[in-house]
Structures are given as C-alpha cells and as structure tokens.
C-alpha cells in the first residue's frame, strides 16, 4: 500500500536527495576551497547525537555498521531501517555507513548493498579494507565510494598489523598507505579517512590526493578531521590520546535525572502547572458514576 515503505515517499519524486543535503560534490567543493571538513562518529550512541551534530552544522556523520554484536547477515538485514533512522533526524549531514564487511565479498554483493545503503539514504558508503577489483565494479556502477587507509578499524587490523596500533613509521610503510590510497582514488574512491599514522604521512597524502582526505587520529594538514561522539563527550573510561573531550556528558545526564528525582521526592515535581483539572461539574459526575461502580 501507498505510503508503507518508511523510504520513500508516496508522491513521486524526481530525486530521493534533498538539495540541501551535503552530498560528496559538496565535500569536494570543501577541499577544492581549502575549507575544512568536520566529521562525527556517533559510535554506540543513538540518531539523536547525530541530529544535534546536524543542528550544529557538522558536514559529515560516519555511521558505523547497524549492530556489530549481532551476526553480520543479520546486521545487514537491518541497515536500511537503520540508516533511515539517522537520516530522518538528520537531513543535512553527508550519511556516510560503514559496510559490514560481509556485504562487500564480491563485486556483486558490493554492488547490491552499497546501493541499499543509497536507497536508506546514505550518501557514501565505507567498506572497510576493500579490494580494488570490487571497489571499481561498485564505484564504476554509480555507488559514492569513501574509504579508509592507514590503520584500518576492525578485525582486518588484527591480521594486517598485529593490533589497532599506529603504522606507517618508516618509510617503506608508509609508502604501502600512501599506494594504498592513490590506487582508491584511482579506482573510483571519492573521498577517504586515513588513520593513526604520523603527521608526515596524512600531510603527503592528503595534499597529493584529489579527492577530501579526512584526518582520524593523523593530525596534520589534511581536509578535515573526525572525533567519535565519545570521545567529544568524554564517555571512554581512557581517553584516546589524539581526542579532545569537549564535555561530560554522563555528568550532565546524571545531574539532569538526579535534580528531577529529587523533585520528585521532595513534592517538588509535578505541580498542578504540570497537569490539567477536570470540570467542576464533570468532576462531580465522575466521582458519581465511580460510586455506583
């Protein structure tokens, strides 16, 4: 029926993009000006941190993947459902998913899950450590490509490297990031992050490559940078070293619930501001009708 599908619209349409969305022409237009690029991880929080970095005029929000505790078919059941819930709160801001790495096995399977993730309304997708045979088919078949090098998030860099660790300390290592990004480019990628590597390295990549390079962890000259929602809001038990915490959000919902149960508590809360009063005269049938019950 009309108007069951939460992604779409039952009034036809000739784009399912909003113009005021940032789509990656516009990401493009900010590295093309030399105008950084802000970009937020809502990590395990919900699409309300992602509509307030909306609200705030943050261009690019990294979603991670829908459920990583879940098995990943299952995850990949839910993205649509989960992405769209992110973009019906945040109409703006460049969705960028982060694929589970499940969805992009083979070119095909790239393909169709990238252009599922378009549908929910993503405007990029990430699929972590992809192969340049895959990521040419999907970026070559109309799927907004944005990638990652350097240290890559994830189980992959437990096979790579030995652990989530910072690479491309010597020169040939870092010549392998550097590769690794000119061949994405090349490929079809539109933009990338680059991770946990030395200042040197973002700095060379980010102003040879023609497409935005984002900054995680990299410091250095590069087109923007990203912070995870919990680390801005200082939520890590250890704080990441190259993260800045922006504030204390526990502290704030703590005091928050604590003064409101307090009023409760102490009468306080509610008050006869907080409710409405029945009729004088319906009040009276009332208690009537509740006598003869």
Same mark, same amino acid.
């Given at each position: 029926?009309?108007?069951?599908?939460? /992604?779409?619209?039952?009034?036809?349409?000739?784009?399912?993009? *909003?113009?005021?969305?940032?789509?990656?022409?516009?990401?493009?237009?900010?590295?093309?000006?030399?105008?950084?690029?802000?970009?937020?991880?809502?990590?395990?929080?919900g699409p309300v941190f992602t509509m307030a970095a909306n609200m705030a005029g943050v261009d690019i929000c990294r979603l991670p993947p829908?459920?990583?505790?879940?098995?990943?078919?299952?995850?990949?059941?839910?993205?649509?459902?989960?992405?769209?819930?992110?973009?019906?709160?945040?109409?703006?801001?460049?969705?960028?998913?982060?694929?589970?790495?499940?969805?992009?096995?083979?070119?095909?399977?790239?393909?169709?899950?990238?252009?599922?993730?378009?549908?929910?309304?993503?405007?990029?997708?990430?699929?972590?450590?992809?192969?340049?045979?895959?990521?040419?088919?999907?970026?070559?078949? /109309?799927?907004?490509?944005?990638?990652?090098v350097g240290a890559i998030s994830g189980w992959q860099t437990m096979g790579a490297f030995g652990g989530y660790k910072r690479i491309g300390?010597?020169?040939?290592?870092?010549?392998?990031?550097?590769?690794?990004?000119?061949?994405?480019?090349?490929?079809?990628?539109?933009?990338?992050?680059?991770?946990?590597?030395?200042?040197?390295?973002?700095?060379?990549?980010?102003?040879?490559?023609?497409?935005?390079?984002?900054?995680?962890?990299?410091?250095?000259?590069? *087109?923007?940078?990203?912070?995870?929602?919990?680390?801005?809001?200082?939520?890590?038990?250890?704080?990441?070293?190259?993260?800045?915490?922006?504030?204390?959000?526990?502290?704030?919902?703590?005091?928050? /619930?604590?003064?409101?149960?307090? *009023?409760?508590?102490?009468?306080?809360?509610?008050?006869?501001?907080?409710?409405?009063?029945?009729?004088?005269?319906?009040?009276?049938?009332?208690?009537?009708?509740?006598?003869?019950?």
């Amino acid at each position: 029926m009309p108007g069951e599908n939460p /992604y779409f619209s039952p009034i036809p349409k000739m784009s399912l993009a *909003d113009r005021s969305r940032k789509t990656i022409a516009y990401l493009q237009k900010l590295k093309d000006e030399g105008t950084p690029i802000v970009q937020h991880c809502p990590s395990m929080l919900g699409p309300v941190f992602t509509m307030a970095a909306n609200m705030a005029g943050v261009d690019i929000c990294r979603l991670p993947p829908s459920d990583t505790a879940r098995d990943p078919e299952e995850a990949v059941k839910r993205s649509m459902e989960y992405i769209g819930s992110h973009r019906a709160l945040a109409p703006q801001i460049h969705i960028n998913y982060v694929m589970e790495t499940v969805s992009h096995v083979s070119p095909y399977e790239g393909l169709k899950h990238g252009a599922r993730a378009h549908q929910a309304g993503a405007d990029s997708v990430l699929p972590m450590g992809i192969n340049n045979e895959v990521l040419k088919y999907m970026a070559d078949n /109309y799927v907004v490509v944005y990638g990652h090098v350097g240290a890559i998030s994830g189980w992959q860099t437990m096979g790579a490297f030995g652990g989530y660790k910072r690479i491309g300390k010597t020169a040939e290592e870092a010549l392998k990031v550097y590769k690794m990004a000119y061949e994405y480019q090349e490929n079809g990628m539109k933009c990338m992050s680059i991770e946990l590597v030395p200042i040197e390295v973002s700095n060379t990549v980010a102003k040879k490559m023609r497409v935005p390079v984002i900054g995680i962890a990299a410091g250095g000259a590069c *087109d923007g940078s990203e912070m995870v929602d919990a680390d801005t809001f200082d939520l890590m038990a250890s704080p990441a070293s190259h993260a800045k915490q922006y504030a204390n959000f526990m502290e704030f919902a703590v005091g928050a /619930y604590g003064a409101w149960a307090n *009023d409760v508590r102490t009468g306080v809360y509610p008050t006869d501001e907080n409710g409405t009063h029945m009729d004088e005269q319906e009040l009276e049938k009332f208690l009537d009708l509740v006598d003869k019950v």
